[in-house]
């Protein structure tokens, strides 16, 4: 059975939201998949989703240093940053993460492209360069401008222009 898992933020409407995408990328995936919903509230938590998923999405805040967590009460907090990911295992079974944390890839040096060094040697990291826009169906920039790229253990093998500037969970 293939495991699809996704991180949220803590906050209520997060959980929703993230709950309405991990159920569309699963139904995509197999029908003999199982969905899990992760509320990792730190570096430790989100090893511990990743290491149980074969594809996963971080539905979180984020930047090309680090992805933030947004609780109840509107304050944010660092679940992993670039250095972190650095250090974290790896996880040869896990073949796809979709990253929905704004910045995710901008600059050379981002937290997308180094979750891509952790992940199956042949699997796709997918982040957005800016700002991501949208609640649980479809993402990108608000304008609509091309900002998705993919990266294979940390070499871009996806650009903007091979990758709509919309993407949704419903493959």
Same mark, same amino acid.
């Given at each position: 059975m293939r495991k699809v898992g996704i991180a949220s933020c803590a906050h209520a409407a997060w959980i929703e939201s993230s709950k309405t995408m991990v159920d569309a990328l699963a139904n995509s995936v197999s029908v003999e998949? /199982?969905?899990? $919903?992760? +509320?990792?509230?730190?570096?430790n938590g989100l090893i511990a989703?990743? %290491?149980?998923?074969?594809?996963?999405?971080?539905?979180?805040?984020g930047s090309p240093e680090a992805f933030y967590d947004q609780r109840a009460d509107n304050r944010q907090t660092t679940i992993a940053t670039l250095?972190?990911?650095?250090?974290?295992?790896?996880?040869? /079974?896990?073949? $796809?993460? +979709?990253?929905?944390?704004?910045?995710?890839?901008?600059?050379?040096? %981002?937290?997308?492209?180094?979750l891509s060094t952790r992940i199956a040697k042949d699997g796709l990291g997918i982040a957005n360069r800016y700002v991501v826009?949208?609640?649980?169906?479809?993402?990108?920039?608000?304008?609509?401008?091309?900002?998705?790229?993919?990266?294979?253990n940390r070499k871009l093998v996806l650009t903007e222009q091979d990758i709509p500037a919309r993407i949704t969970m419903a493959m």
């Open positions: 998949t /199982k969905s899990y $919903l992760h +509320v990792p509230v730190d570096q989703a990743l %290491n149980e998923s074969n594809y996963f999405i971080m539905h979180t805040h250095a972190n990911v650095r250090n974290f295992p790896e996880f040869p /079974k896990l073949r $796809l993460v +979709v990253i929905t944390a704004c910045m995710a890839a901008s600059g050379e040096q %981002n937290i997308a492209s180094m826009w949208g609640a649980d169906y479809d993402f990108g920039e608000q304008s609509d401008k091309n900002g998705w790229v993919g990266y294979q």
